[in-house]
């Protein structure tokens, strides 16, 4: 599946994953040290309803923001492998 980066069409998939897993963490910064909670956020309009059918399975243990999902077994997934080679904790990824 290509990625999907409105407005940066000239980014390789590396790239795109590199670039949100950036924004991604600075996100978390911000959110952390404004002491900003997730009820604040839904509240204020920032996340989109979710539709019971969209809730992830409970077999997903890991998920990134691009939607790739693993369920912990087997050998670790490319994507997953790639964000670890990059310096991110697989907590990170880890659903709660």
């Known amino acids: 599946m290509p990625p999907t980066h409105v407005g940066f069409p000239h980014l390789s998939?590396?790239?795109v994953f590199r670039a949100r897993?950036?924004?991604?963490?600075?996100?978390?910064?911000?959110?952390?040290r404004h002491g900003i909670s997730v009820?604040?956020?839904?509240?204020?309009?920032?996340f989109a309803p979710v539709k019971p059918e969209e809730r992830f399975?409970?077999?997903?243990?890991?998920?990134d923001a691009a939607g790739h999902v693993w369920d912990g077994s087997g050998t670790?997934?490319?994507?997953?492998?790639?964000?670890v080679d990059a310096?991110?904790?697989?907590?990170?990824f880890r659903i709660a």
């Open 13 to 15: 998939e590396g790239e």
């Open 21 to 32: 897993a950036e924004a991604i963490l600075w996100i978390r910064s911000a959110v952390a």
């Open 39 to 46: 009820e604040q956020l839904e509240q204020a309009g920032c």
């Open 57 to 63: 399975q409970t077999s997903t243990k890991y998920i």
């Open 76 to 83: 670790v997934p490319e994507w997953l492998q790639r964000a």
């Open 87 to 92: 310096g991110q904790s697989m907590e990170h």
